[in-house]
């Protein structure tokens, strides 16, 4: 068990590192390698027979590893992205999907020498950044194809539907000639399929601009972006300017995809260990998250307390920690502050700061009447309330809220 601990924390010190050079945009080569070193790690949780299921949960990872069932996991790694960023409430969202193996089918068909294959999929992977016929200017004057080459390139990752596109292309007179791109095309059928009974074909779109750069992805890949912060699908740079005032410009979410042939390349006897998995972007939630709450008149809540205990008078430390032990023990989450004699001033203050929604106050004339004084801090209202009837007003007001 020691060692398993030390492995997850070596794991999470390692994922750190990773993250913080994407963030940074470190160079790919340098990426890809600590990235290795990440799944190398992973690879050690595994069991003996290659068959063994282990699912990493980080704060900002889920990846699923083992010898499963086309495209469930791959299902559940989306399902996964769609409750975080539903539940996050961050604005409208759209998440990207595609299979490699359909990216270099299209490249086969369309006449890209198969040593340019990665080189080119770079290059389409800047489409959600640069307009085509910028990328198409890298393809032809940086790459070394031709115009004709870069033209059919062009109309397939204009691309973009559900099934019934996967069902379309796989009658394509091109793209059907490539046995991988039919192994692609009859996944992503699949795929689709198992996400219409998970409820989230609503927000996943099958792009066949989306790349993924990274060599190490073998199957399905998938990118979830907001599409109300100024990074829709193909913002190019002057949509992002006109929408500066009001958003905030961090591309993508979150990321994944299948990567089967990337852990064996760790186990002493090659056994394959097929890994699908899903990265969330936090550090750029977290920068819209604060953007919205700049933006928003509302106070953010900064605690669950939902009761703080103050005295107007001094001299009742005593009386302040009998009522707040009361309120803990039916399970009412309160706090007092952990001063004698505290100014009420200063206590309401910090209430209005925290956004705890309610204050109990007790002072020499609420003892004697056996009431407490509860005061609503976002309307300032306040009510006598019978010390008897404390905790189911506090529990009525606070699930109202």
């Not at 870069?150 to 009658?171: F, K, T």
Request: charged residues 30%; contains cysteine; hydrophobic residues 40%.
């Amino acid at each position: 068990m020691e060692d398993k601990a030390q492995i997850h924390e070596a794991i999470k010190v390692q994922g750190e590192l990773v993250r913080k050079l994407k963030s940074e945009k470190a160079n790919k080569e340098q990426i890809d390698e600590e990235v290795a070193k990440l799944l190398e790690l992973k690879a050690q949780l595994g069991g003996d027979d290659g068959k063994h299921q282990f699912v990493l949960k980080t704060a900002k990872d889920f990846d699923i590893a083992g010898q499963y069932d086309a495209m469930i996991p791959d299902a559940e790694c989306l399902k996964i992205v769609h409750e975080i960023l539903s539940e996050l409430e961050l604005g409208d969202f759209c998440i990207k999907v595609n299979d490699r193996r359909i990216l270099d089918g299209m490249f086969a068909v369309c006449g890209v020498p198969i040593d340019k294959f990665r080189t080119i999929c770079s290059t389409v992977d800047k489409l959600d950044k640069m307009a085509w016929a910028d990328v198409k200017k890298e393809m032809v004057n940086e790459k070394g194809l031709s115009e004709e080459v870069a033209d059919q390139i062009g109309e397939y990752v204009s691309m973009q539907g559900g099934m019934d596109l996967a069902e379309r292309l796989l009658q394509d007179q091109k793209l059907s000639q490539s046995k991988q791109a039919c192994a692609g095309l009859s996944d992503i059928k699949l795929l689709f399929s198992y996400l219409q009974l998970l409820q989230v074909t609503d927000k996943v779109v099958f792009d066949l601009s989306l790349a993924r750069g990274l060599d190490y992805y073998t199957g399905v890949i998938y990118e979830a972006v907001l599409t109300q912060t100024g990074v829709g699908l193909g913002s190019t740079e002057a949509q992002q300017e006109a929408h500066a005032e009001d958003s905030v410009s961090v591309g993508s979410v979150a990321g994944g995809g299948r990567y089967d042939g990337l852990v064996g390349m760790f186990d002493p006897k090659g056994r394959k260990v097929p890994c699908v998995g899903v990265s969330i972007g936090i550090e750029r939630i977290f920068s819209i998250m604060e953007q919205k709450a700049e933006a928003s008149a509302e106070k953010v809540r900064t605690t669950e307390v939902q009761v703080m205990v103050v005295s107007a008078q001094k001299n009742l430390l005593q009386e302040r920690l009998k009522l707040v032990s009361d309120l803990w023990n039916g399970g009412v989450k309160a706090e007092m502050m952990y001063k004698k004699n505290p100014k009420l001033l200063s206590q309401l203050q910090h209430c209005e700061e925290a956004g705890i929604p309610l204050v109990a106050i007790l002072g020499e004339q609420e003892l004697k009447d056996g009431v407490v004084k509860l005061r609503v801090v976002s309307t300032r209202e306040e009510f006598d309330i019978c010390r008897a009837d404390l905790l189911a007003e506090i529990r009525r007001r606070t699930s109202e809220a």
